[in-house]
Each structure stands twice: as structure tokens, then as C-alpha cells.
């Protein structure tokens, strides 16, 4: 049932703009922009790319807001999917791998691979897409949570913005430290935990 | 399963008591057919068999959590992704109803083979009805909830649909159905729950 789960999410991803191939277009595009903008030497060129692929993140994961969940309730295919054999923590469970593979996977593989175009070593690379991989698991899981609880919410993307993007807060400023990754992996199991309460009592009110 | 038992059902929605003491119950191979108002709480009904909704008052026999191996619910709305192709759409159903699909079968039955590749944002809203009754045929349930269904779909494909749910019942199954608007089905059993509000 989670296996079918997943996969269907993942197809539908494919099927959809969501896809690998835009997410992480989107994001190289606003990496590559921030640059020409910004007059900035080598070594502030460097940190601003540590700040910008947070920023990248968090709104690639804002564009994810109104398909979580969302979409399902409006066209009624959370109904079936609400009748399937499924604990409420494995339609999260099955929607975090999803939404994590779909939107923060992209990215966790384009880091490495533009990191030397910003002057970073390979060190320096290193720590920042473990920081990354570490702390995305965090940020999808509360883009979950909020969506979940706030699904029936038609075209309120901004609203609920605005209650994602202060909650990101905490992983941005861990994100940009190196060696990090043992606080943003905290973190990221606490949001993982709210996150999985908070979408099986999104889900429970549903019916109501 | 045998029958579905309603006993002195209560719904409260809000603040605002949609039906009252509303006991039924249906045995395979029969019909419910269930009729009201504008905000009766025909919906509401159906929802609560289904599992969406807990009964203010009262309780649903068996007492169980349903999925997809006891009810097929089919709601008012299509469960389709408007963006996608009519056969995309097919493929996604069969991962949440764990079942192949033969979609050629299904489109031919339904008439629908043409629309195949098309998005169903382009089809009609009877199309998108009938596409949206393809889940019925998807896997077998005891029980069918249908809700409004008929909404949309030209004589002939009511006139196919009820031959459909005749099928179903003669080969011992159940079914719920509400309607707002006359349909020519025989059903053995007729709620009208404008009597059970508050």
C-alpha cells in the first residue's frame, strides 16, 4: 500500500511540471541570477551561494505548497486515497519521500556539481550538501504538516507562505555554518515528528 | 457482508443538526435510494457510511474501519487530474486501487477511446462523469456509494448506468444512492431526508 503510494505520487510528479528536470532548472536559474544582481568578489560570491541554495530550497518547496494534499482534496482523489488499507503516518510518510524526492533531491544533486562555478572547495562542498541533505528532510516535512492542515484552503498559497517561511528560519541559520549537520539533523527529526501528528489530524478533520 | 445497518443515525455539522434518528437497513441484492433538499444531508450521509464522518449519534453495522475492499464511494467530485490525459488518469488510479487496469477495455466501455491521449480538462462534464464511474468497474466491493452520480450524463448513459447497478445487485451487492432530480432507477428502499431534519 506505501509502495503504491509513493509511486503513485512520484508518477504523478513525473506527469506533472513538478519534475526533476524543472525543479532543478528552477533552481540553477535563481542560483545563476543572484550573481549578476549582486556585485560581489570571490569570497562574498562564496558565502552568498551558501545562503542562496536555503533560499533556492525553501522556495522550491513554497512551489510545492499548493500540490501537497491540496490538489487531492479538490479533485477528490483523497478520498480513494483515504480508503486505501493506509495508516494516516504512511500516507506522511509516503508524502515526505515524495515531496523530498521530488523537490529537495534535484537540488541536493545540482549543489555539488555547481558548487566549483562559486569558488567552493571540496570541502567546503561537502559540508554544505550534507548540511543540505540533513536539513531538507526538516523543511519538506513542514511544508507537509502546514499543507496538511490547511489543505481545504483554496488559492491561500500565500498564507500559508507566510507560516512556512518563519519556521524555515531556524534551518537556514544552521544551513549556512559548516559542520552544522548535527543540529540541523535534530532538528530535522523534531519537524519530522510535529510534522507526522500534525498531517494525521489534517487528515483526521478532513472528513469534517 | 450481508447488509448495512443504520441505527437512529444523528449528524450535527457545526452547529447546525442536518438529520436526526435516521435508521435503515439494506440487504444485498437491494437498493437505497436516498432523496432530499438542498442541504439535507445526502452528501453528509453517504460520507458517514463511507468513513469520512463520524455519526453524532447512533452507529453504522458492521462497525469497521471501510476501504477500498468494502465501499466504492464515487462523490460529486471526478477524483481526476484535469491536467493530465484520460489514460495518465487511469494509470494513477491503479496505483491507489492496487490493480492493473485494462484501459482500452475500460475507455471502449464507457465510450471514451477517442479521448484517450486528450487532457479531461477537454472533455465534457457527462465525460468526465462517466470516466469518473470507471472506478466502479476498477475492482469489486460489497458496497457501491453514489452520490449525485447521474448529475451531468445524458438519457442514454443514465439509462446504461442503472443497467449497470442492476448488474451489480443481481449479483448481491449493495448500493446507496442519492439523487436531488427525478432518476428512473427502482430501488427497494426510499429515504427522503428532508423528514429526519431538525
Redesign the interface.
Known sequence: ?FK??L??DL??AY??SSNFIYIGSFFILVTILIPFVINTETEGLKSVFQGLIWVGLALALLLALDRIFS?DF????L???????VSYEKIYLSKLLSVWITYCLPIVIIVPLISTAFNLTINETIFVTINLFCGSFGMAATAIGINALLMGLKRMIYLKSIIVIPLYIPFMIFGVEQGSWPVLSALSMIAVVVASFATSYGLRL??? | MDYLLAENLSCI?GSNTVFKNLSFKVSRGQILHITGANGSGKTSLL?MI?????PSEGKIIPEKN????D?H?V??????????SVE?NL???S????KKINTDQILSDLDLTQYKDNDVEVLSDGQKRRLSIA?LFIHSAPIWLLDEVHVHLDSEWQVKLNHYIYNYINEGGIVLISSNTKIELNSNIDINLTNYNV
Request: glycine share 8%; charged share 30%; aromatic share 18%.
Open positions: 500500500m503504491n503510494l509511486l503513485r508518477r504523478l506527469y506533472s490538489s479538490d479533485d477528490g482523489n478520498d480513494i486515497i483515504l480508503r486505501m488499507k478532513y472528513g469534517e | 455539522r460520507r463511507a468513513g469520512f464522518i463520524y471501510y476501504t477500498h475492499k465501499v464511494f462523490g460529486q467530485k471526478y477524483a481526476l487530474k484535469k491536467n493530465l495518465k494509470s494513477l488510479w496505483y491507489l486501487y492496487q472506478r
